[in-house]
């Protein structure tokens, strides 16, 4: 249509430019234009005075418009508009065929794979087309980009698709080569998430067209996916953990589906799911055991479903890393009672950890158990930084505040914000609101804004119930499944007494409720992230009654304890912490390595040196030099290559001159031939707007009758200016005639002669 009113394609008003072909400026014109106008509008004033009872001010000056439109129309044609064009020299330039050779083009959709309907476009006629005008270079891509003197080297073989750094390759040939245009045919499935702006700005100093060619569906009829599975990357053994899974569907709403988790083809966890709504995003939460200590390669994946045409994409991969430490808890109480003994035999019970206590026995004499040595705490609650930030977590039991000193409230407070420690604050007869803690410096850190009163301590029974935030918490998890789990603690023995907690503060978790019999719901277990590190206060002292009024094979106190003991130590830090964004390289090669180093009082070292030794596959040895990030201090960040496929560990070790700051050991793993799988249908808003930033078109592949035209018309290698009359265009005669017919009828309409 557009061709049929403009008599040439979009694409030569979109890069040609207007100009005027006339002998006289364009002046002349405009003076033109405006003394005609006047010389019409003097006529119209006379109709007025003569006829003032018909044709009034808007009237006449409706027909004074189409009048003069008229005459600025007929008098622009005068002056010989065209329209000014670049154009490819035929048998001059290179027009470049860049051919996506990644495994996303052998999908089948109705019967027909992906590559074999770009060779049957090209074998249509259009190949010879464009061998006809210019000189035809034909490209495979993946990974990376090959010459080809023939469509049968195209084998979608390829384990990634990287279309910017393969423009880039060809356009850097432009230097030598007149390449006046590029085609590119993809499903647009790019491994790097898109185009970047350098490749865009090369390509656009060179002024090279990029005409992309869309393959394949837009969507899926039948298809899962999963997008993320986000869990932990590193625990302690026999540790629960959850994964939380991001699922897309089509064709599938409605149905159900089992989600797994294995590893090294062991089941660790399944559960049944129901799909919702086709193209929303769902998020699905899997319970697993981390089992024994070592670094695990999880698959996380959904069955396939009978008719789905994509099923790679139904799994993703994980690394886990279950290390073989035994992080260390002190336990502070002040008077002998069952809870402590209690709480105690639980822990000591996780092989995990360590426990330490200190028990106050009298006011001035204290009973230590689980220390390292026979100075160890010697004096009571350690007083020095070395001593106490030795710890990953620290319960304060019914204690009040005044036990401690200055020193030791601010180390309290330095061991969660700076330290990232876990700290639990209990209930009794010296805690919480009891034990004057509101009034301290310590304040700030609780989960709670603490009653200011006294008498909050309650030796009367109430029973427990799981908030919906306790119901998804893994401190809570006795049951696998949330509702019986929910049940369970609801079947609790009551506990003999409670605490008055106060109010949550913004952002604090509330996991479990209190149930007195005269007092409605009171916080039980609350929870909050503070600094660097983690607080909870839990508002009573008798859990006890869960070991002893039940069964001697029920373990529900025993891992209720355990439970919050590993989410009290399981992110604090050490010394030396690495990390990595990716830990499993979906056919990508560069792996950037990052730890923060921190020095004995877990302040940012900045002048430490870190070096990542790495270990890989077939025997790579190599040992990389981090450098300090100017914008966070204490932390060094390297890239590195990772050139084979399989399993990578890297320590990380930092020092201070001689001095050893810590280590780390980071595992990561690359794996080729995955991407490929995911986001396999055609991206056509990427195709779109690359096209639309270099000066190209979008074509479906299907309709591709206008490319060898329209793919002349190019500002890169060897060209000649051409201009297009426009005078003669059909738009403009029905322009005139429409601008003369409504006149016409106008005057009629209104008996305006």
């Known amino acids: 249509?557009?061709?049929?009113?403009?008599?040439?394609?979009?694409?030569?008003?979109?890069?040609?430019?207007?100009?005027?072909?006339?002998?006289?400026?364009?002046?002349?014109?405009?003076?033109?234009?405006?003394?005609?106008?006047?010389?019409?509008?003097?006529?119209?004033?006379?109709?007025?005075?003569?006829?003032?009872?018909?044709?009034?001010?808007?009237?006449?000056?409706?027909?004074?418009?189409?009048?003069?439109?008229?005459?600025?129309?007929?008098?622009?044609?005068?002056?010989?508009?065209?329209?000014?064009?670049?154009s490819l020299k035929p048998q001059q330039n290179i027009v470049a065929l860049l051919i996506d050779d990644s495994r996303s083009m052998a999908l089948k959709e109705d019967g027909t794979t992906r590559k074999d309907q770009v060779a049957a476009a090209l074998n249509s006629g259009l190949l010879d087309q464009l061998g006809s005008k210019f000189q035809v270079r034909m490209y495979r891509f993946s990974g990376g980009i090959d010459r080809m003197e023939k469509l049968e080297a195209v084998t979608?073989?390829?384990?990634?698709?990287?279309?910017?750094?393969?423009?880039?390759?060809?356009?850097?040939?432009?230097?030598?080569?007149?390449?006046?245009?590029?085609?590119?045919?993809?499903?647009?499935?790019?491994?790097?998430?898109?185009?970047?702006?350098?490749?865009?700005?090369?390509?656009?100093?060179?002024?090279?067209?990029?005409?992309?060619?869309?393959?394949?569906?837009?969507?899926?009829?039948?298809?899962?996916?999963?997008?993320?599975a986000v869990m932990a990357a590193r625990t302690l053994p026999d540790s629960r953990l959850s994964a939380q899974i991001t699922i897309r569907q089509q064709g599938f709403a409605g149905s159900k589906a089992r989600l797994s988790v294995k590893a090294e083809g062991k089941t660790l966890a399944t559960q049944e799911i129901t799909l919702k709504p086709e193209g929303a995003q769902q998020t699905e939460i899997i319970v697993f055991n981390s089992g024994n200590e070592g670094v695990k390669n999880l698959q996380v994946s959904v069955d396939p479903l009978q008719g789905e045409e994509n099923t790679g994409n139904n799994s993703v991969s994980r690394l886990l890393n279950v290390q073989n430490r035994k992080p260390r808890v002190l336990y502070i109480e002040g008077e002998p009672k069952w809870e402590f003994k209690f709480i105690r035999r639980a822990i000591e019970e996780d092989r995990t950890l360590q426990l330490a206590t200190i028990l106050r026995t009298t006011q001035n004499k204290i009973y230590r158990q689980g220390i390292n040595s026979p100075n160890e705490m010697e004096q009571g609650f350690p007083a020095k930084v070395d001593e106490l930030f030795g710890f990953q977590a620290i319960i304060v039991g019914g204690v009040e505040a005044g036990y401690f000193t200055a020193a030791q409230m601010e180390l309290l407070k330095q061991f969660v914000d700076r330290r990232g420690g876990g700290l639990l604050f209990l209930a009794g007869r010296g805690g919480l609101s009891e034990g004057g803690w509101g009034k301290t410096g310590l304040a700030e850190l609780m989960p709670v804004t603490l009653p200011d009163k006294k008498g909050t301590f309650h030796r009367d029974p109430a029973y427990v119930e799981l908030t919906q935030a306790g119901k998804e918490s893994l401190i809570c998890r006795l049951e696998e499944n949330p509702d019986k789990n929910a049940e369970r603690w609801k079947k609790l023995p009551y506990l003999a007494d409670y605490q008055e907690s106060g109010i949550p503060k913004p952002g604090a978790l509330v996991l479990v409720e209190a149930l007195p019999s005269s007092k409605g719901r009171l916080p039980l277990l609350i929870t909050q992230n503070y600094g660097r590190g983690r607080v909870a206060a839990m508002a009573t002292q008798g859990t006890w009654r869960w070991q002893m009024l039940q069964p001697l094979e029920d373990k529900t106190h025993e891992m209720f304890w355990q439970q919050l003991m590993r989410w009290l130590v399981q992110d604090t830090p050490g010394r030396v912490v690495a990390m990595t964004p990716k830990p499993v390289l979906s056919d990508e090669t560069k792996v950037l390595l990052r730890a923060e180093i921190r020095d004995r009082n877990f302040l940012p070292m900045t002048d430490a040196k870190v070096t990542a030794n790495i270990l890989g596959p077939q025997g790579v040895a190599e040992q990389v030099e981090l450098a300090p990030d100017a914008l966070a201090p204490g932390t060094f960040t390297g890239q590195w290559t990772a050139g084979k496929p399989g399993a990578y560990v890297a320590e990380i070790l930092a020092k201070r001159g001689d001095e050893e700051a810590g280590r780390d050991v980071l595992n990561f793993r690359r794996e080729d031939g995955v991407a490929e799988n995911f986001g396999a249908a055609q991206n056509r808003e990427l195709l779109e707007k690359l096209a639309e930033q270099t000066g190209g078109k979008y074509y479906n592949v299907k309709d591709l009758k206008k490319l060898p035209a329209e793919i002349s018309y190019s500002e890169a290698g060897i060209t000649v200016r051409e201009t297009k009359d426009l005078w003669n265009m059909p738009i403009v005669f029905l322009l005139l005639l429409l601008l003369r017919s409504s006149e016409w009828l106008l005057r009629r309409r209104w008996g305006v002669v």
């Open 1 to 86: 249509m557009i061709e049929f009113l403009f008599k040439y394609p979009a694409t030569v008003f979109s890069k040609g430019s207007f100009v005027l072909l006339g002998a006289w400026p364009v002046w002349v014109l405009i003076l033109c234009i405006a003394a005609g106008a006047a010389a019409l509008a003097y006529p119209a004033w006379k109709m007025r005075e003569r006829s003032a009872g018909r044709a009034r001010g808007l009237r006449l000056a409706s027909l004074w418009l189409l009048q003069s439109g008229l005459l600025a129309l007929v008098l622009l044609l005068l002056w010989q508009p065209a329209i000014s064009i670049g």
């Open 156 to 228: 979608a073989g390829g384990n990634a698709t990287r279309i910017g750094d393969n423009l880039a390759q060809v356009a850097a040939e432009s230097s030598t080569l007149p390449i006046g245009a590029m085609v590119l045919f993809s499903d647009g499935a790019d491994n790097t998430g898109g185009v970047d702006l350098e490749t865009i700005a090369l390509l656009r100093r060179q002024r090279i067209p990029v005409h992309t060619v869309g393959v394949g569906r837009e969507k899926f009829a039948k298809d899962i996916e999963i997008g993320d």
